[in-house]
Nanobody, 126 residues
Framework: VQLQASGGGLVQAGDSLRLACAAS????????VGWFRQAPGKEREFVAA????????LYADSVKGRFTISRDNAKNTVYLRMNSLDAEDTAVYYC????????????????????WGQGTLVTVSS
């Protein structure tokens, strides 16, 4: 599975942005997908994850209620809709794929992921 993240950019605080993680290769619907982010000087942190069928989602507390993860398996794409962005959301956002049947809490651990996209930069100006 190869992943390509896109949709990042420079926005103002309060704006919205939608990231996309497009996958190539077979059996994308067999993978749970997670979004992580890494701000300058900080470790990569979990943002959100979605099960392979899309019926389960998990969010970091810092984004709950503002971000929404969804997927379209027919298009081999996972989306991250980000609303009410603030400067604390500035980071490079990465998507990863992992073969989990459900959505165990382990999806919050970046070390569990077998495949990663190249990252897309989100900059929020205050």
């Amino acid at each position: 599975v190869q992943l390509q993240a896109s949709g990042g950019g420079l926005v103002q605080a309060g704006d919205s942005l939608r990231l996309a993680c497009a996958a190539s290769g077979q059996f994308f619907s067999s993978y749970a997908v997670g979004w992580f982010r890494q701000a300058p000087g900080k470790e990569r942190e979990f943002v959100a994850a979605i099960s392979r069928s899309g019926d389960s989602t998990l969010y970091a507390d810092s984004v709950k209620g503002r971000f929404t993860i969804s997927r379209d398996n027919a298009k081999n794409t996972v989306y991250l809709r980000m609303n009410s962005l603030d400067a604390e959301d500035t980071a490079v956002y990465y998507c990863g794929a992992v073969r989990f049947g459900g959505l165990p809490y382990r999806v919050t651990n970046s070390g569990e992921y077998a495949y990663w996209g190249q990252g897309t930069l989100v900059t929020v100006s205050s």
